[in-house]
């Protein structure tokens, strides 16, 4: 029997630095909810990419090629060459690669797929690709033919931009919107209002950026990162298809055009493209950042335009970021800390830890504090010594009052997790467990009940499989 697919998606990173701590939780939650639907039976779809676009990269390259050369430096250089050594921490060795767009951008995927790797962050990694990809280049061209077809391009003083104050566009639009669920509820005003002021005033086209290129222009990011659930739903299946960059520009179009027909007769290849995202398409669940409502409101523009409302994104859940004194971190600011710099600080443990004990009320900011990452450090540290103190003591007397105790937890936790409270399951886990758990328990030369204590053991092992499998596997060990 074929599983029961979940497509989980996020605004994917433009990878000019390390990653920051409040795109870092993102995929920590994410990465929480896909081990959790897998455990359900899901199949999962959880893609990762890196979009290489926008202008920013060239500040890096301007300022290292000037210092390696020894030129003056201007005082945007200066910051770039502070954020690069000082807080970065880029070794002099490597500076070498931070003179051309392209190395940069490789240089920073490959920390930030390093990092996420290490704290365990389950993507899809196989299927992993960057935005210089021809297909998706290709992909990009078809979109915007596609928008040429329909009237949705406007050109305002020779730059050419979406027509967002069509009414025909904005009332499909606006219905769609109100087809699509928002977590919290509160969000869909705030996007609702967003779509009602977006205007065609914002060229999509760009001189010096990196991206793809339309007639000898270059799309902005805000413009196509719209649509790149769509293209995570089908590149899995590029080779398969055996679909070459000559043909593909046709295939997607057609593509389009089989979603918006989809009883009208096109190629084998369109139909088999068509066929493979009735598997993944929609997006179950996308997060995105509180902040981004006016991106998540040209992105239900997007795919109001590309596709029918049956592949249209279900539910957008709305997060909070992480600030640092009132202010939201940013790595390419250099404020807060990087991924990076936690792992090195606390290990990949308490790193991830530290970020999930951030979601208490998934909407709003956290105050990062330097002594949080310590505190939940202490945190584990206790757990993992009740856990141990758990193996070698005897629950026969109370076992069936234990075992009561872990079922009442057990919905609970089952409850936090739907809801996104990973504080509160971190809590009842780590703190309220333990302490009724541990008096209930005695010494005992030998455990004569020892499936009752592996029963209560594995309750633990069990919830640490989709909470902190890394933390997981260092139980088991012990």
């Known amino acids: 029997m074929e599983k029961k697919k979940y497509f989980l998606d996020i605004a994917h990173m433009h ?6 701590l409040s795109h870092a939780r993102i995929f920590v939650l994410a990465d929480v909810w896909a081990r959790w639907k897998r455990k359900q039976g899901f199949s ?29 430096l201007n005082d945007t250089d200066q910051k770039t060459l502070d954020l690069i050594f000082n807080f970065y921490k880029i070794p002099r060795e490597h500076l070498h690669q931070f003179t051309e767009p392209i190395s940069v951008l490789n240089y920073f995927s490959d920390v930030i797929l390093k990092d996420l790797r290490s704290i365990q962050v389950s993507c899809d990694y196989n299927d992993y690709f960057n935005t210089t990809s021809q297909w998706y280049q290709e992909f990009v061209r078809s979109v915007f033919d596609i928008y040429t077809e329909k009237s949705f391009i406007t050109t305002r003083n020779r730059n050419k931009s979406l027509n967002y104050p069509n009414q025909l566009f904005r009332d499909s639009a606006v219905k769609r919107l109100n087809e699509t669920g928002f977590s919290p509820l509160t969000a869909k005003a705030m996007v609702a209002d967003s779509l009602e002021k977006l205007n065609g005033e914002w060229s999509y086209e760009r001189e010096n950026s990196v991206g793809t290129e339309i007639n ?63 598997k993944f398409l929609p997006a179950n669940l996308f997060l995105v950042e509180r902040h981004l409502q006016n991106w998540v409101a040209k992105r239900i523009y997007t795919e109001t335009i590309l596709l029918t409302p049956q592949f249209s994104t279900g539910e957008y859940f709305f997060l909070g970021s992480i600030t640092v004194n009132g202010k939201i971190d940013s790595a390419s600011r250099g404020r807060g800390l990087t991924l990076s710099q936690l792992i090195q600080e606390a290990g990949p443990i308490n790193a991830r830890i530290s970020l999930l004990y951030t979601f208490g009320n998934l909407w ?12 939940i450090r202490q945190k584990t540290w206790r757990f993992i010594k009740f856990y141990k103190l758990l193996r070698i003591r005897s629950v026969e007397k109370n076992f069936n009052e234990i075992l009561t105790l872990l ?8 409850n936090n997790l739907y809801s996104g409270s990973i504080r509160q399951f971190i809590h009842l886990l780590f703190d309220e467990l333990p302490k009724v758990i541990y008096p209930l328990t005695e010494w005992q030369d030998q455990e004569r009940n020892k499936k009752g204590k592996e029963q209560i053991l594995n309750f633990f092992l069990n919830h640490f499989e989709i909470l902190c499998p890394v933390l997981k596997g260092k139980l088991y060990e012990n």
């Open 364 to 375: 709003r900011d956290f105050e990062w504090t330097p002594s949080f990452s310590r505190d």
């Open 44 to 72: 999962v779809r959880f893609p990762i990419c890196m979009h290489y676009s926008g202008s920013t990269v060239f500040k890096i390259t301007n300022a290292v090629s000037n210092f390696l050369q020894n030129r003056e």
């Open 407 to 414: 079922n009442n937890a057990d919905k609970e936790l089952e």
């Open 15 to 20: 990878p000019v630095c390390p990653l920051s």
């Open 216 to 278: 000898k222009r270059i799309v902005d990011p805000q413009f196509d990162s719209e649509f790149l659930s769509i293209f995570n739903s089908i590149y899995p299946h590029l080779k398969d298809l055996d679909i070459n960059e000559v043909d593909a520009p046709n295939i997607f179009r057609g593509f389009f055009h089989k979603i918006n027909d989809p009883d009208g007769n096109f190629s084998p290849l369109v139909e088999e493209l068509y066929s493979k995202i009735l």
